[in-house]
């Protein structure tokens, strides 16, 4: 018994290294700023995440990949690699190198998205068709710059008629079968896991913080296991020695088919895809769901183990139709909802956080189906990415929505560091759409999601005093330009959100009292 909790004790302590996302200073949230030049993410590493308190960056895959002229070239492209030159729409390797520098002399962590699971598509073509010019020749599986040739390919073990994946039921072709025509790298060769791993050394060695590996229900644990386990440890320039890289996973798992996040637990954390689907049901009240349902919000939903779970509300696929969650995703489409799913997700101790950072779209829907879910980031005609321009009130211009950068999901990002570590405590609720919950005693959210007014004194477990919403306003030098709340000695506070205030909840916090 004893000999079996120590061996268990020790395997866990191995593992849950690469679920720790070395975030610095106290920091919290990462944001993922989805298609950003590296030149933009440098600058706003420095102009704005590192003073908000952001504490990390999901970047866009900064492999070389396929372009596609179609005849405009869409944001997917850059998942069908063509080698792993670190040249892509988002810049070259010196720019890439430069802002992950200037993002971690700023305390802001980088990590990289990795498409590891496929190469590009097997309509791919054969020519220089790369975004930095590499042959490749999608017919004869040959990508001669990493090298790749046929044999380092899935399709021998891949059963399936058409050779892509047909049946999510069987495990098997979900593996070893192309995802969507996708070429399948056969991870099981010890040459390939060479290959994927030497990519992502580089990169580690360069000083980024870890990776959301792509697609990672496609490929098999063990594969991913002996890939992590040849990973380096993090740059000593900016990370402890000993580091493991951070490791978070996208495995789609809503339940019903036989490959489970669960598999994945040990290798790092993995993407909770029930989140924002269930977050967004509540907040548009679907299916009859409510937000006093959310009292045991978090593992008590049947999520994954908080220790884990990478959470978010919408991302790059899914607030397109993409992917999972359907209609029910909240994105900043619908920007009064969005803000308060975020505020709940920023407010909540459940996983680690993820806030999307988008660019807009012409939509266009034909029968519920957007026609240009495909439409890559704003450029110019050449097909080059625009710089992210930023208006003198510090919003984005040129179609970049920078939900980042809203001040109530700015301010939330604040309030999750302001808050870290602390219970979940001093819940309330309406036995309907309003709830109020706090952090022990540093932070306090109310929220009015009925279609009638709030109006209630509460509990906040908060030391008394005058605090600033950070919600309508803000702290300014000795005042707040949003609403003052009046905590008692007794910890209560009186709150009165309108169901027709521009935003209808309410955070206090430690760092907003006056
Ligand atoms: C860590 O980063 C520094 C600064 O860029 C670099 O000089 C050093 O070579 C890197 N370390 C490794 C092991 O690559
Ligand atoms: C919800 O709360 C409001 C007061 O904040 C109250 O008037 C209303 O009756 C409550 N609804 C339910 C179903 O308890």
Redesign the pocket.
Known sequence: MHLFILAAAALLGLSAAQHNPHTKHGRTAMVHLFEWRWADIAAECERFLAPSGYAGVQISPPHENIVINSPWRPWWERYQPTSYNLCSRSGNEHELRDMISRCNNVGVNIYVDAVVNHMCGASGGEGSHSVCGSWFSANRKEFPTIPFTHWDFNDHKCRTGSGNIENYGDADQVRDCRLVGLLDLAMEKDYVRGKVADYLNKLIDMGVAGFRVDACKHMWPGDLSAVYGRMHNLNTTWFSGGSRPFVFQEVIDLGGEPITSREYFHLGRVTEFKYGAKLGTIFRKWNGEKLSYTKSWGEGWGFMPEGNALVFVDNHDNQRGHGAGGASIVTFWDPKLHKMAVAYMLAHPYGVARVMSSFRWDRHFVNGKDQNDWMGPPSHGNGVTKPVPINSDQTCGDGWVCEHRWRQIKNMAVFRNVVNGQPHANWWD???N?VAFGRGNRGFIVFNN?D?N???TLNTGMPGGAYCDVISGQKDGGGCTGKLIQVGGDGRAHFKISNRDEDTFVAIHAESKL
Do not use: E, H, R, Y
Request: no cysteine; hydrophobic share 35%.
């Open positions: 309406n036995q309907s309003q009925d009638w709030l109006d209630v």
